[in-house]
């Protein structure tokens, strides 16, 4: 379900929820019906009109649909709204992204910190109608004197946001402890959207064999290996998590341990898929994000991949991007272009030994 309020532009109107539509293959949905709504604001109680509701019910009962998935970030009194108006599970942009991290994450680290995530997306969110949680944490604690359920329940998140914030901060010391070790050894990680091929790439670089495919979030976990062909230069390549446009933030600042991998690094690789019709939109998302983890600093180089499918051939893009120093035209899969990056890489780490 998409909503269209004033001033949204079509194309990233269509775009978001195309992607949406991605996101909810990649949890292992499938989507049977795409519904918009043109609307001049939001509706408090239902977030669109009522109306809508019931036409969403009737197509819900008759395609046999059990959950409704809105591309936009709904208030806790509204999904519980829907929910009953449409007597199925609804759920957000940012509750659907969290639930492909929790399946995807498979170390340690990264299934800490998207529980974290989870609990602080869900910390405001609580209602007098979520009961449950005591049993669900029912170790941990156990319903105080004079306390209502409802504070309950904030005390039992509360206390298990504790519990993660430590076990991190113990996985943070860990990273900075192997980070040491790498100091003398010049760094590069693969940043960008999510598919745009940074496994892929990686792999080629490293000749590696982490799992590339075509889904959303393939990667949460960042993997080190050494630049393979580098004429003797120690350097490390790292490939971490995709970022995606409307990335919540709550995943954002959990992450901070994966994504000062990012950040300490002594080059970015930002990997774009190229023959993606709004890659430009999507180089600005990345940029965004980087920003927001204090990467914007860092010298960065532009590799355009996937050219062997690229509608157009990106000769033609001159005016724009100049195959230069900063801007490699690449296919991963194809291995074209690869070398060019490689002996850039190496003259930048060699550049950077020297100085
Ligand atoms: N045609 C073509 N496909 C590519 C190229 N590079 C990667 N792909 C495909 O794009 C899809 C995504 O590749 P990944 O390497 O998994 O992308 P990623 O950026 O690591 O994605 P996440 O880990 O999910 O963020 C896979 O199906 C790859 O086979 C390329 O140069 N050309
Ligand atoms: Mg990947």
Redesign the pocket.
């Known amino acids: 379900m998409g909503v269209k309020l004033p001033g949204a532009i079509d194309y990233e109107f269509d775009e978001s929820l195309k992607e949406l539509r991605l996101l909810s293959t990649s949890a292992g949905a499938r989507v049977l019906d795409i519904i918009t709504q043109e609307r001049k604001k939001i509706d408090p109680a239902y977030f669109i009109g009522k109306g809508k509701v019931s036409e969403i019910r009737e197509k819900v009962e008759g395609e046999g649909a059990n959950i409704v998935v809105f591309d936009e970030e709904l208030a806790p009194a509204q999904i519980r709204n829907l929910e009953n108006g449409l007597g199925v599970k609804v759920i957000d942009r940012t509750t659907l992204i969290l639930d492909i991290f929790v399946k995807r994450a498979k170390t340690n680290e990264a299934k800490v910190q998207v529980e974290l995530a989870q609990l602080n997306h869900l910390l405001p969110r609580l209602t007098r109608q979520w009961t449950h949680l005591s049993k669900q944490y029912g170790g941990i604690g156990t319903k105080g004197p004079g306390e209502t359920q409802l504070e309950t329940d904030r005390r039992l998140i509360n206390n298990k946001i504790k519990i993660l914030k430590k076990k991190l901060k113990k996985i943070d010391n860990e990273r900075i402890t192997q980070r040491k070790n790498r100091l003398d050894l010049y760094r590069v990680c693969l940043v ?11 792999n080629c670089l490293t000749k590696s064999g982490v ?9 949460l976990d960042s993997t080190t290996r050494k630049l393979s062909d580098s004429n003797g230069h120690k350097i490390l390549m790292t ?1 971490t ?2 970022f995606i446009n409307k990335l919540p933030h709550q995943l954002v600042a959990s992450f901070k341990s994966t994504l000062d991998e990012v950040r300490l690094a002594n080059l970015l690789i930002h ?1 774009v ?1 190229f ?1 993606h019709p709004h890659y430009l939109k999507r180089i600005a998302n990345v940029s965004e994000v980087l920003a927001e983890i204090g990467a914007d600093k860092i010298p960065i180089i532009m590799a355009f ?5 690229s509608p157009e051939p990106y000769a033609e893009f001159g005016h724009y991007f100049t195959p230069d120093l900063r801007n490699f035209f ?5 291995k074209q272009g690869i070398e060019h990056l490689i002996k850039r890489i190496t003259f930048l780490a060699d550049d950077n030994n020297s100085a």
């Open positions: 960008g959207y999510t598919n745009a091929g940074k496994s892929t790439l990686f799992t590339t495919e075509n889904r959303l979030f393939s990667t490939d998590v995709g990997v898929d023959s991949n996937k050219i062997d499918k690449i296919s991963s899969i194809k």
